[in-house]
């Protein structure tokens, strides 16, 4: 593998892909060798468009369960089964009518042009006691278990409780075995035989995880995870974790203690990056870019700021050591970043947008 780039030397830019999508909060591919690119539209579609942006199709529409009435609410997350292909099977995360977070599974038809709204089965539910911090996130890891990222319950200052509590799925993300026509959990899950936990987290104390991936390379686990009112922080899991971590929320924000002059922070797994409100106001968690169009991203993790249109990149420095710079002030509003089926990187931009990240002189 290449050694990783000096940060302070790349130079990024936006390269426009497709248009004229309605808040479009996510982009994904489906593995299948097709190279498509899937855009979640937050109201509640789903639309499919060739690997160059072209040729937009719906390929799901589930507009009549979806609420979205609130700024963190709606379609907000998708994962294609890893033998879509063969199986025709999809995930998605969403809000209902009532507010409450449904995580199901949709089966596509023989061609895999299109799913069928009616072919629903739900998963997963959790009640929603606000209409923020709803998480959003799923996607396979390399283990072949589907991961869920689920926030604290919204409000402010974890008003839940939620954030160190293992009795909820709420504030954590989750791992579940979704091969079968249920979710079944894991047996070597961190909590599976722990009384009062809740056997579907993997890991807890996150306040609202806007985007998590996993390294296609070396398997490793990324969590980006929005701040309250001053830091925005990145997390790292590395690959052959068997879960658990706790990332802190509401004892630390970022690297610090939460409305606190000290804090006890035994036990906690700190943040690799993080930034504070000066610079944005809700990160962006996106991917380690593998692809091999843009050798000089090799490697970099790259995140952004919802608000401000900042992208920084991250990379190993030496063991244990990261370096994080700012590589573009772009006016671009980042709801996710996605990963195309060859790796490249994609940015998807909540006015309607979807560029693709590219090295500039590249």
């Given at each position: 593998t290449?050694?990783?780039?000096?940060?302070?030397?790349?130079?990024?830019?936006?390269?426009?892909?497709?248009?004229?999508?309605?808040?479009?909060?996510?982009?994904?591919?489906a593995?299948?060798?097709?190279?498509?690119?899937?855009?979640?539209?937050?109201?509640?579609?789903?639309v499919?468009?060739?690997?160059d942006?072209?040729?937009?199709?719906?390929?799901?529409?589930?507009?009549?369960?979806?609420g979205?009435?609130s700024?963190?609410?709606?379609?907000?997350?998708?994962?294609?089964?890893?033998?879509?292909?063969?199986?025709?099977?999809?995930?998605?995360?969403?809000?209902?009518?009532?507010?409450?977070?449904?995580?199901?599974?949709?089966?596509a038809?023989?061609e895999?042009?299109?799913a069928?709204?009616?072919?629903?089965?739900?998963?997963?539910?959790?009640?929603?006691?606000?209409?923020?911090?709803?998480?959003?996130?799923?996607?396979?890891?390399?283990?072949?278990?589907?991961?869920?990222?689920?926030?604290?319950?919204?409000?402010?200052?974890?008003?839940?409780?939620?954030?160190?509590?293992?009795?909820?799925?709420?504030?954590?993300v989750l791992?579940?075995d979704?091969?079968?026509d249920?979710?079944?959990?894991?047996?070597?899950?961190?909590?599976?035989?722990?009384?009062?936990?809740?056997?579907?987290?993997?890991?807890?104390?996150?306040?609202?995880?806007?985007?998590?991936?996993?390294?296609?390379?070396?398997?490793?686990?990324?969590?980006?995870?929005?701040?309250?009112?001053?830091?925005?922080?990145?997390?790292?899991?590395?690959?052959?974790?068997?879960?658990?971590?706790n990332?802190?929320?509401?004892?630390?924000e970022?690297?610090h203690?939460?409305?606190?002059?000290?804090?006890?922070?035994?036990?906690?797994v700190?943040?690799?990056?993080e930034?504070?409100?000066?610079?944005?106001?809700?990160?962006?968690?996106?991917y380690?870019?593998?692809?091999?169009?843009?050798?000089?991203?090799?490697?970099?993790?790259?995140?952004?700021?919802?608000?401000?249109?900042?992208?920084?990149?991250l990379?190993?420095s030496?063991?244990?050591?990261?370096?994080?710079?700012?590589?573009l002030?772009?006016?671009?509003?980042?709801?996710?970043?996605?990963?195309?089926?060859?790796?490249?990187?994609?940015i998807?931009?909540?006015?309607?947008n979807?560029?693709?990240?590219?090295?500039?002189?590249?």
């Amino acid at each position: 593998t290449p050694e990783p780039p000096d940060i302070s030397s790349l130079q990024v830019t936006l390269e426009p892909l497709a248009n004229d999508f309605d808040q479009p909060v996510f982009a994904t591919h489906a593995g299948d060798g097709s190279g498509r690119i899937f855009v979640l539209e937050k109201a509640g579609r789903i639309v499919a468009l060739a690997e160059d942006g072209g040729n937009p199709q719906t390929f799901l529409d589930m507009r009549d369960r979806v609420g979205s009435g609130s700024s963190e609410q709606g379609l907000l997350g998708l994962a294609f089964d890893p033998a879509f292909a063969g199986n025709g099977r999809l995930f998605v995360y969403y809000t209902d009518k009532d507010g409450d977070t449904v995580i199901a599974r949709f089966a596509a038809n023989a061609e895999r042009t299109a799913a069928d709204p009616a072919s629903e089965t739900v998963l997963l539910t959790a009640e929603q006691p606000a209409a923020n911090h709803n998480g959003g996130m799923l996607a396979f890891g390399p283990d072949g278990y589907l991961y869920a990222g689920l926030g604290d319950g919204g409000g402010a200052n974890d008003r839940y409780g939620h954030g160190q509590n293992l009795g909820t799925i709420l504030g954590a993300v989750l791992r579940i075995d979704a091969s079968g026509d249920g979710a079944v959990v894991p047996a070597d899950n961190p909590f599976a035989d722990q009384e009062g936990a809740r056997p579907e987290i993997w890991a807890y104390g996150l306040r609202n995880p806007w985007r998590f991936s996993f390294d296609r390379l070396t398997g490793d686990l990324w969590i980006a995870d929005v701040g309250q009112n001053q830091w925005e922080e990145a997390n790292i899991q590395p690959a052959g974790s068997r879960g658990g971590e706790n990332y802190g929320w509401p004892i630390m924000e970022g690297t610090h203690c939460f409305q606190a002059d000290t804090c006890d922070q035994s036990g906690l797994v700190l943040p690799v990056a993080e930034y504070s409100h000066d610079l944005g106001c809700s990160v962006t968690g996106g991917y380690v870019y593998r692809g091999a169009e843009q050798p000089a991203l090799y490697g970099v993790y790259f995140y952004g700021d919802y608000c401000t249109g900042r992208i920084w990149g991250l990379a190993p420095s030496g063991p244990g050591q990261w370096q994080s710079g700012e590589l573009l002030d772009s006016d671009v509003q980042i709801s996710s970043f996605g990963e195309t089926e060859s790796g490249e990187l994609l940015i998807v931009d909540y006015s309607g947008n979807l560029f693709r990240l590219s090295s500039k002189g590249s």
